[in-house]
Structure formats: C-alpha cells, structure tokens
C-alpha cells in the first residue's frame, strides 16, 4: 500500500488531490482569523447566480502547475509577466466551466448516475491493466479527503460541461474552393514599379517665431494629467495573523487621527507610520517608489482631489492614499516648447516639398511618360519591397498608380500584373488543417461571448486583491 502511494505521488491526479487535502486544513485555517468564525466569504467571481470561489481557484491553479515543468512552475512564482499568465489562464478556467454550467442548468441538461459510474470505471487512476479496481477507489477517497459524493459532483460538472462545449470544438469542413482561394491570397505575387522620394533630399532653413506658431497652433502639445498625492504606510507581514490584526489595528488608529482632523503626515508621526508625498505624478509615468505600484497609482487617478482611501491591505502592510492637488491635462506653453517644435517644422516643410515631387512623378506616370529610379519587382505579401509598398500592391487594382506614405518618405507605386502560385499539395493540406483551427476558435470565441452575455461575470475586487493580486 505505502509503496503504491509513494509511486502515485508523482502523477498530476494525485498532486492535485493531495493539494486539495492539504487545502481543506490550512485553507480553512487561515479563513478563521482573516474572516472570523462566522462569516467566510472566499467568493472570487461571481457568474450570472453561481459562485466560483478562492478554494476553485487554487485547485485549478493546482491542477495547472502540476502540468509543468520544475522550470516553469519556478518562473510563475519569480517572474511578474508569468505569474500573470498563469493567473490569466486560471481565471478563464473556471470561469468558462461555470458559464457551461449554467448553460447545462438552463438548457435542463441531466447526468444519470449510471453515467457517473462508468466515468470512474473509466478514469485510469482506478484501473489496473485497464481494468477498474474497487480498492485502488476506494483507497484515493480514503487518502484525498473527499467523499464519493465529491467526486461524483465533480465528474457530473465535467460531463455537463462537454455536453455544452463538445460541439463548438468540432472540426469544421473547409470545402475546397475556399482553401484555393486563401491559397491563391497568400502566395499570389505582383509585378510593381515605385519611386522613393525621401523628406530627407530637401533642406529647409531656419524657421522664425511666426512659422512655429502657425506650426504650434496646427500640431499643439498635450500635457498630460498629473497629481499631487501623499500615503501613509504601516509595515506588516499579512501572511502571519498576529502581524496582519497588529497591523489593521495600527493603521485604524492612524486613520482615526484623520478622520478626526489630523493632517496624514501628523497623524503618520504620531502613528508612527512611513508617511510620503509625491508631486507631478503621471498615470503612465516611471516612479522609484517601492509601495506606489500600478494598481494603487490607477486608485489614486479614479479619486477626487482631496479624498483619502479607505484601508488599503498589501502583502507587507496597509496603506491609505490621498490625493492633493489634480493638474489637468492641458496644452502646453508656447514659449516652453519652443525649442523641441522646430525639428517638428522642418520635416513638415520637407514633408510639403517631398509631397510636391512624388506628385509630380505620379503625374508622369499617369501619362505614361518616363519616370527615373523606378524600381522594378516582383513581391509577395511579405516581401520584395518595404511594406508599406507591399500593402499598396495588392490593395490596388492592376495598372493602377498612386501615392503612400512611410514615416519618411513617399512611395510612387504603380501595380502591374498578378502573377498565381503554383499549386502546392502539401502547403494547401497545411492551410486548410490551419483555417479548420481558426474556423473553431471563432465558433468557440462567438459561443463564449453570447454565455458572457447571458451569464454576466463580475469579479469580487475586494478578495481578488487580497488573495490573487497581491
């Protein structure tokens, strides 16, 4: 028996049961003292009327980083950008499961217990030789803390949910003259001629007040919002109960001193809080400051000019935000700005007189007359020519002519001849395996937007901050 278990160990199921094991002692644990005995609101999202909560979220987080690499779990943990993919993927989980209940629900779809019974005479984790073993059952509920009627309900979910989805994952026939048809758009190519006349080429001289005023006045400079703020912060480790009500406790008093006229730096020294004031803070800019992330600056860009926050809990501490002063977005002053508008002028002058010439060759072109530097080339989608040029190609009728802009140049283009792809028999195979994929992605994005509509999801800001986000 021990050495069964010690080789189970180590599969995805049974990580997965173990963890919900482990889950049920000190998850509720914890739910004691950050809840208090009575009320133990772990809702993480809610549904349409169904309830997806915190101990959903970490089975399925559970599930989902038992399926990686030592490597990749590690990076989840370490690195922001994956931890949030992770999070990401969990969160669209469970809650595409739940919009496939409640679809299941309302469309009175039912699971008979004898269809249960042979879903876990089926599952491998209960078989030997491919045969179901009683015991081996018997054994995993023993072992796992669940009962039959959990795993039951858990496998009756994951029917239903098949039973709604299983036909939007169904491979869509791709008929054949569609597959020529996108063959023939992605490697047809065309014959093109194109002049480049670059802003560049053209010198301008300096510009006076005058010209950058016109200038200014046509092309202004935004500055955007910023704000005054200030915080206060009372350090604390969160994840210990005893730090996390010393904590609470202390930052209520200070918040107290506030309420009862104090300023926040006052009431911060007699609180004996970290006390901060920032001025010309920007809702996009770069900040040094530890506590101010992304999260609590978008806060402090929703408040009013003169409002604190409630209690705001970190994983290290509590803080509350003020907002001081709030600096609209505005245009900026001539004379400030002067400087920098002149490289502006300049290339639009030679962006008029670059203009002029490109039209003046468009003209010969029109005419059939001779153009000199016309380019010569036969290209793809993708390549031959820079794109911009590319674009123009095959967005124009053959023999037309026109005029298209890059960041510093124009482009006078002239389409010659479409010339066919040869056929491909393996390349069409490949594309049509490709447009079947995205066929049933967009059936299944469609599907999953009505069940949005239907089953409206909201997530519960005040438990995804405190136990997801931070």
Do not use: C
Not at 12 to 19: G, I, S, T
Not at 186 to 201: H, L, N, Q, T, W
Not at 372 to 382: D, G, M, Q
Request: hydrophobic share 40%; glycine share 4%.
């Amino acid at each position: 028996m021990l050495e069964y278990l010690r080789n189970a160990a180590d599969k995805p199921l049974a990580k997965v049961l173990m963890f919900v094991l482990i889950f049920s002692f000190v998850g509720w644990g914890a739910a004691e003292w950050i809840f208090g005995g009575a009320t133990r609101d772990t809702t993480l999202v809610h549904v349409g009327n169904a309830d997806i909560s915190l101990e959903q979220f970490n089975n399925e987080r559970s599930k989902q980083l038992a399926t990686m690499t030592k490597e990749e779990q590690r990076a989840s943990y370490t690195d922001p950008a994956k931890a949030s993919q992770l999070i990401n993927s969990v969160m669209s989980t469970v809650t595409l499961h739940q919009l496939a209940l409640n679809r299941a629900e309302d469309l009175g779809f039912v699971v008979s217990d004898k269809r249960i019974a042979e879903e876990i005479k089926k599952h491998p984790q209960f078989q030997i030789n491919g045969q179901f073993v009683p015991w081996m059952f018997d054994m995993v509920i023993q072992n796992s803390g669940l009962s039959e009627q959990d795993i039951a309900a858990s496998l009756r979910a994951d029917v239903l949910h098949d039973m709604v989805l299983s036909p939007t994952k169904a491979t869509l026939q791709i008929p054949q003259f569609a597959v020529d048809a996108a063959y023939n758009a992605r490697y047809a190519k065309r014959d093109v001629k194109y002049s480049v006349v670059k802003f560049s080429d053209y010198k301008v001289d300096e510009p006076n007040d005058e010209q950058l005023k016109n200038y200014y006045a046509q092309h202004p400079t935004i500055v955007p919002e910023t704000r005054s703020v200030s915080y206060l912060f009372v350090a604390s480790d969160n994840s210990k109960p005893d730090s996390y009500d010393a904590g609470f406790a202390k930052t209520q008093k200070i918040e107290d001193m506030i309420i009862s006229g104090d300023t926040m730096k006052d009431a911060a020294n007699k609180g004996g809080a970290k006390y901060e004031k920032i001025s010309n803070l920007a809702r996009n800019g770069k900040i040094s400051d530890k506590v101010l992330t992304n999260d609590l600056i978008a806060k402090l860009f929703a408040m009013e000019s003169g409002n604190e926050s409630e209690i705001i809990e970190l994983k290290d501490g509590f803080v509350i935000l003020r907002v001081d002063d709030v600096i609209a977005e505005h245009n900026a002053e001539f004379n400030d700005i002067k400087k920098s508008l002149i490289s502006g002028w300049k290339k639009s002058e030679q962006r008029k007189q670059a203009y002029a010439k490109a039209n003046e060759k468009l003209i010969a072109l029109n005419h059939g007359e001779t153009v000199r530097n016309l380019k010569e080339s036969s290209v793809s989608r993708t390549e031959g020519a820079p794109l911009v040029v590319l674009n123009a190609a095959f967005a124009g009728k053959e023999g037309a002519n026109s005029i298209v802009e890059d960041n510093d140049a124009f482009y006078v283009v002239s389409v010659g001849k479409t010339v066919m792809p040869k056929s491909d028999k393996a390349k069409k195979e490949s594309l049509r395996k490709e447009l079947e994929k995205m066929s049933t992605r967009f059936v299944m994005d469609d599907y999953t937007r009505f069940l949005k509509s239907e089953y409206p999801i909201k997530i519960n800001e005040r438990n995804y901050d405190k136990f997801i986000a931070k």
